[in-house]
């Protein structure tokens, strides 16, 4: 056996430290580099709509990229949050702990989000929530580093109410999923139609990931409601619709922001003809630069669509990106700057104004509801239904 | 005998652990994945290299032989690498997570690795750890060094309910039996609301007598560390105390009751073994290493939700104990590093880390079902080896 | 309603109504005012539910609960057949069954993509692929990772198979494209429906139904009268007896893999067509599942499994019925079921008689 030999050992570690760090290194670059962040639900069942909007995000850093006058370069870091609590503080604390990161746009699952606002309080981070709707990511806290480009679910769910009643309806059976999503579109729409004179028969939680749901729906199907409201995500939504369908429940199906996604209508087929949906925001090709900004998608040639919250997250990180230009790479100079959108600082986007609140929430006035028509989330006022052409269940 | 002769010993043991000190602090500062990749490829070369010329043998041995020396230089080179990255949140996270897990583990190795009770709820019973923290630091005011005590403390107790089903059920049925509980346990979590549901829990940081450990350490106007360190020194402590504790326990009577047990139940019970007892002792100690770190990891992390204890968690601290070879502690720490650091750091491999790991472990059940650093055998000198 | 009922529901708005105030402080998250609502609302429906649960609302438990149990007693058959012949439980069974349901939808695409646009020819291309494809599956299974691991430690096994399931649902959802999401599973069996009072009777549901009980009477069939299964049993009972007397151990140990992994495509097409949707997850509950009914009834012995399969799925039924308002605790109370028969008669409910060398 060879004598153990120091030089050799030596040698070879030392050849391995050298090349890694020579590889470690990088070019030298003309323009400052800068981090900035994005996180989003890129797998599982509202995978959709969180590649829509990292791809979104991606296009408003690449357009900055290309502009000659940008002051810096940006790199985009992207995280996946699964749509789980868990791994969304993850993923946030990577960000937070990255000292490079400067600011990010963050998470579509509300249920995350509502997780994660503690960990980038912790670390500093200013954050633009993208996508998520819960009413507590912003109001629930004083924290100076969250704020929000999109809507709350308070006024989607009284647009729903007063809705649905003026339609006709009368009762209703409620399902939602247990996670503060769920509880908080149960809590604002139950409130709401209660005010509007609709009656609730009976209100089911079930978990995010249930995969069977016959006992609530043959409960429900003896309760005999008109209207079958889902307070959740498109997975379980897909499965709620098709289990109905097998029990013969022939109420109508409501839903919220969380089932207008392709994904929602690719999974339930032929099924999801008549679903109705609310969102808060108006559909994408009608905002101030909505087709503007449709058009640069379509020449990035992404391969999935930007969903229906896209354009928020190329706002969120357009304005991110415009903070840094103005006040440079440093964590608390852009929440201090982004603290200052308001009133007459208030920022224009593709998606109107951006004048963020005392809790960094900005207001989105207008609710689009939705009907699936043919395959496809069609606007109510547009659609076959409202002209009478084509008929609800129950009318 | 001079200071030399003393030193020559150990010098082997003290190249390596400044080498793979190093060496980890090298791989834990690069940022690009080629060069992470490179690093990484070489490594492995280098043990391959040390394996091939015998120098691995060597080195075991001079392990075995001053075994109390070395376990102080590899605390020693733990502490180097958290003074060289006191700023770095991100590698310091991952230095306690890795320290948290070896813990667990040695909980799990004790149960497995020394009397042969399979365990596939480790997950559930690190689950028990962090809520009972999470709990008790945001409704009492008890003393969170306690609570870390107090986290073992319950995990043992919902442990010793599996108890029976556990002692009376072998191989394939025991299996099941925490199988089932792993599940269970999740999804009660999910379901019932008290403890969180699918929302979670938020766990305040720790803080020992008014040193509040989610602060970052600023002493002076420059110097401001990363309030990880608190944790990564808190998680050293414990690491060293339960290693510490394994270690006696495997050496002494009791360890050698344990492989009775394990190795042939029937032969020892005619021995006269209490099989029971010293399943018993082996469940409930394994539960409590658990436990512990898990009460550590919540106040850590700040945030617990049932999706992190899933059966796949499970199966990865199964893993990780079949990996380093079970029932020797240093694989255990080995194994570990590799699979918390290595996908953290190759992000082209994040997404596939579940099934790179069990590839992993099924070409190791093929071809080397005793893992990276098998147990050597038990030794009545340390280091002695027969020829 | 009756009038008892209407002035419930009145009271529970009451309730309700007396929890949530407009402008609140939402609060910390889980223990808002909506979860008392849940709660407000749904204890009037145990109340309710005593008074009346009319008889259509009773068969359609019942049909629920058929569903559920003859799809856990194949899996629990799958896992018989893998024990009896070789003493192993396959940990993977669960993951095979998603496969297979994943290659019927595969192969559903692929054919009607070409023109294919018969239902039943679909189905029975999808049938024929999914079940071809596990059964070489299985039998490569056992050829490479269990035969290779006959004469080490059980646990060696045990570990295998279960990272093997785990490598199959993370190669799914990794690869499989939108692995990740749930797959719409076509409805390729007729879905003309018939309703009774509150229960409606789906023809396919009842074509399931029937499939299902068919195939668990064929595999019985096939154990108990043909001369393979005479073989299989031999090789369960006495390996060598049987090597003695002729019989192949390593070929009939292959082909028992590739029964049991074409059995459990069949269920995954079952499963898939019965929720119209597949996920890469759906294997693992019902891999656990199906053990457990396995167990429950006695390792090694099928109408132990199928018997356990039911009965698994009358627990949940049952759970289900008595806590409608929190179904998803049916999952709880039958694995804690399962630990306490465990702890009772830990060789299941039909004893294996195990003979141990020492």
């Known amino acids: 056996m060879p004598k153990f030999r120091f030089t050799h050992f030596a040698a070879v570690a030392a050849a391995a430290m050298v090349t890694g760090l020579a590889l470690g290194m990088s070019p030298a670059g003309a323009k400052e580099k800068v981090t900035v962040g994005f996180i989003g639900p890129l797998s599982g069942g509202t995978s959709s709509n969180g590649i829509g909007g990292r791809n979104s995000a991606d296009l408003a850093v690449r357009l900055r990229n290309a502009d000659p006058n940008a002051k810096y370069e940006y790199e985009l870091l992207v995280q996946d949050d699964e749509c789980k609590p868990n791994i969304g503080v993850q993923a946030a604390t990577k960000f937070g702990a990255n000292k490079d990161m400067i600011a990010a746009a963050t998470h579509y699952c509300s249920a995350v989000a509502i997780s994660t606002v503690d960990v980038y309080h912790k670390f500093g981070l200013p954050i633009i929530v993208w996508g998520a709707v819960l009413p507590d990511i912003t109001y629930g806290n004083n924290y100076k580093e969250v704020h929000r480009v999109n809507g709350t679910m308070i006024n989607q769910n009284e647009t729903a109410a007063k809705f649905m009643t003026g339609l006709g309806y009368q009762t209703w059976a409620i399902i939602h999923d247990t996670t503060d999503y769920g509880k908080g579109h149960n809590k604002y729409f139950s409130e709401n139609l209660v005010k509007n004179g609709g009656k609730i028969l009976g209100t089911f939680g079930v978990t995010s990931d249930q995969q069977d749901f016959f006992a609530e729906l043959t409960k429900i199907k003896s309760l005999n409601p008109d209207v079958l409201y889902f307070g959740g995500l498109t997975p379980i939504g897909v499965r709620i619709r098709a289990q109905m369908e097998r029990l013969g429940l022939k109420a109508q199906f409501q839903g919220t922001s969380g089932i207008v996604s392709d994904t929602f209508i690719e999974g339930a087929g032929p099924l999801a003809e008549g679903v109705l949906a609310f969102r808060e925001g108006a559909p994408t090709e009608m905002l101030p630069g909505g087709k503007l900004f449709l058009e640069q998608y379509r020449e990035q040639g992404y391969s999935d669509p930007p969903e229906a919250y896209g354009a928020f997250a190329f706002t969120a990180m357009n304005l991110i990106l415009d903070t840094i230009e103005a006040v440079g790479p440093d964590r608390k100079k852009v929440r201090n700057a982004l603290n200052n959108v308001t009133g007459s600082n208030a920022a224009d986007s593709i998606t109107g104004k951006v004048d963020f609140d005392d809790h960094g929430q900005n207001t989105i006035a207008v609710i689009t509801k939705y009907v699936s028509q043919d395959g496809k989330w069609t606007v109510w006022e547009n659609s076959e239904y409202a002209s009478g052409m084509r008929k609800l269940k129950g009318m | ?387 | 309603m009756d009038g008892l009922g209407e002035q419930r529901i009145r009271l529970g708005y009451a309730q309700a109504e007396r929890h949530v105030r407009p402008g609140t402080d939402p609060g910390r998250p889980g223990t808002g005012p909506a979860a008392r609502w849940s709660t407000a609302s749904s204890v009037e429906f145990r109340t309710r539910k005593a008074h009346s649960m009319d008889v259509g609302l009773f068969v359609q438990y019942v049909m629920n609960g058929l569903m559920l149990g003859v799809m856990y007693a194949l899996v629990a058959v799958g896992f018989t057949l893998f024990f009896g012949v070789m003493n192993i439980i396959n940990f993977s069974h669960g993951d095979v069954v998603m496969v297979g349901a994943f290659v019927g939808l595969a192969t559903y695409l692929g054919v009607s993509s070409i023109g294919v646009e018969n239902p039943w020819g679909q189905l029975a291309a999808a049938m024929i692929v999914a079940a071809s494809a596990m059964a070489l599956m299985g039998a490569a299974v056992a050829k490479y990772l269990v035969l290779p691991l006959k004469n080490a430690p059980p646990l060696n096994t045990l570990l295998i198979t279960l990272m093997l399931g785990t490598a199959l649902h993370e190669a799914v959802r990794l690869f499989y494209p939108r692995g990740a999401n749930p797959q719409r599973f076509p409805s390729l069996l007729p879905t003309d429906a018939y309703s009774f009072g509150n229960f409606t009777l789906r023809i396919d549901s009842v074509i399931l139904l029937g499939t299902g009980l068919l195939a668990i009477v064929g595999i019985h069939l096939l154990i108990n009268r043909t001369k393979l299964g005479l073989a299989m049993r031999a090789v369960a009972q006495d390996e060598d007896t049987a090597k003695t007397m002729g019989i192949d151990f390593d070929r009939i140990v292959l082909i028992t893999f590739a029964i049991g992994s074409a059995l459990a495509a069949f269920t995954g097409i079952l499963h898939g067509l019965y929720y119209s949707e597949v996920n890469f997850a759906m294997g693992l509950l019902l891999g656990v599942i199906g053990f457990s009914s396995a167990i429950v009834g006695g390792l090694g012995n099928i109408y132990g499994a199928i018997i356990g399969g039911f009965l698994f799925a009358a627990l949940q039924t049952l759970g289900v019925v008595a806590m409608p308002f929190a179904s998803a605790y049916k999952d709880v109370f039958a694995f804690g079921v399962i630990i306490l028969i465990m702890a009772w008669r830990p060789t299941g409910l039909i004893s294996e008689k195990i003979s141990e060398r020492v």
């Not at chain 2, 490829?41 to 070395?70: Q, S, T, Y």
């Not at chain 2, 394939?172 to 009660?188: D, E, N, Q, R």
């Not at chain 2, 539960?287 to 049932?306: E, K, V």
Request: charged fraction near 10%.
């Open chain 2, 1 to 387: 005998m001079s200071a030399r002769g003393r030193l020559a010993p150990l010098l082997p043991g003290i190249v390596v652990a400044v080498g793979v000190t190093t060496y980890v602090i090298v791989l834990l500062g690069v940022e690009s994945q080629t060069g992470i990749a490179a690093l990484l490829a070489a490594g492995a070369g280098a043990v391959l290299a040390a394996a091939r010329f015998g120098v691995a043998a060597r080195m075991g041995r001079a392990f075995g032989k001053r075994d109390n020396f070395l376990n102080l230089l590899v605390v020693l080179a733990i502490v180097v690498l958290t003074v060289y990255f006191y700023e770095d949140h991100f590698v310091l996270l991952m230095v306690a997570t890795v320290i948290i897990y070896v813990i667990a583990c040695l909980g799990l190795n004790l149960q497995f690795g020394y009397s042969g009770v399979l365990n596939f709820a480790g997950a559930a019973f690190f689950g028990v750890g962090c809520y009972t923290a999470a709990v008790l630091t945001k409704n009492t005011d008890v003393p969170h060094l306690v609570i870390l005590v107090a986290g073992g403390l319950m995990a043992a107790t919902v442990g010793s309910v599996l108890l029976l089903p556990v002692l009376r059920t072998r191989g394939h049925y025991s299996a099941v039996v925490t199988i089932a509980f792993g599940l269970l346990f999740k999804i009660f979590l999910e379901v019932n609301d008290t403890l969180g549901g699918p929302q979670g829990l938020r766990v305040d940081g720790m803080n020992v007598l008014g040193w509040e450990f989610n602060d970052n350490i600023e002493i002076g106007e420059n110097f401001e560390a990363s309030f990880y360190v608190n944790y990564v020194v808190v998680g050293l402590i414990l690491l060293v105390l339960a290693f510490a504790l394994v270690r006696r326990i495997e050496r002494s009577w009791i360890g050698l009751n344990l492989d009775a047990v394990r190795l042939d139940e029937t032969a020892a019970s005619c021995f006269g073994i209490n099989i029971m007892r010293w399943k018993i002792t082996a469940f409930i100690l394994g539960n409590f290493l658990i436990g512990l770190a898990g009460a550590l990891y919540a106040m850590m992390l700040g945030f617990i939700a049932p999706t992190n204890f899933t059966f796949g968690d499970s199966l990865i601290l199964v893993s990780i104990v079949l990996l380093g070879g079970i029932g020797n502690p240093w694989g255990l720490a080995v194994a570990t590093t590799i699979l918390i650091i290595v996908p953290e750091k190759l992000q082209a491999i994040q997404e596939y880390r579940f099934l790179l790991f069990a590839v992993m472990v099924i070409l190791i059940l093929l071809f080397r079902p005793e893992g990276l650093l098998p147990r050597p055998l038990r030794a009545y000198f340390p280091g002695w080896r027969p020829k």
